[in-house]
């Protein structure tokens, strides 16, 4: 069966440090990965979503970027933390067609 | 451009009671339709999809949904709350075309379940 994982589970960091989430999909090949954020009682908002290793679409102008080295691994980075880059930060893998899978979410607080 | 619209963004009900959670979409054409709930500080977890076929979809732990394209709408209903299902639901919905399937969610129901 397919698990995704995300790391840390939780995070503080000033701002102006940088910042790299990872999330690592098991048991398949070839996954779309996506990368959501979700601020403080509000929805998820779609920040990054790569169809493969190398190739990465940006949904929204941003202090982020996000890399897909291998297959299955999807990295989301930031080399100086803003404030308003604190939330909820979840990945989520799908095979293409239908629904997507999410992993346990990381939680970001930028002090 | 697809987009999703959640009514109520907090909801109460009575354990033993009905839980509606209203969600309409607006699309081209019919999209693929999802349910997601979310506990808290927890990834959001599958509970139902419409895709094609029958309109009235089960889901996971009692829910069900039925897409209706008049209406433009896909509500979630639980005949019969537990305590359990207290947490955050969000409804969501997906191109039928692309290589990417991209989803965008509604702003979520909030679902309170009080004893």
Redesign the interface.
């Known amino acids: 069966s397919q698990t995704i994982h995300?790391w840390p589970a939780t995070l503080v960091q000033p701002v102006g440090s940088p910042l790299s989430l990872e999330c690592t999909v098991e048991g398949t090949s070839n996954p779309?990965l996506?990368w959501y954020r979700q601020a403080a009682g509000?929805?998820?908002q779609?920040l990054f979503?790569s169809?493969g290793i190398g190739q990465i679409?940006s949904?929204v102008p941003q202090n982020l970027s996000a890399s897909r080295p291998q297959d299955r691994q999807f990295i989301l980075s930031s080399k100086k933390l803003l404030l308003s880059d604190s939330g909820?930060y979840?990945c989520?893998w799908?095979g293409?067609?239908?629904?997507?899978?999410?992993?346990?979410?990381t939680?970001l607080t930028v002090t | 451009a697809q987009s999703v619209t959640q009514l109520g963004s907090h909801v109460s009900v009575s354990e033993g009671a009905l839980v509606l959670l209203r969600c309409n979409y607006s699309s081209s054409v019919p999209p693929y339709l999802f349910w997601y709930v979310q506990y808290p500080n927890q990834g959001l977890q599958l509970l139902l999809k419409y895709t094609t076929g029958a309109t009235l979809v089960k889901g996971i732990n009692g829910f069900e949904a039925e897409f209706k394209k008049s209406e433009t709408s896909f509500h979630l209903t639980k005949p019969s709350a537990h305590m359990s299902d207290a947490a955050e639901y969000f409804c969501a919905v997906s191109p039928t075309s692309g290589s990417a399937r991209q989803l965008t969610f509604g702003s979520g129901t909030q679902l309170t379940v009080l004893p």
Do not use: D, K
Request: charged content about 15%; overall charge neutral; proline content about 4%.
């Open positions: 995300q779309n996506y509000r929805g998820l779609l979503y169809v679409s949904e909820f979840l989520a799908s293409g067609i239908y629904e997507q899978y999410f992993g346990p979410g939680r």
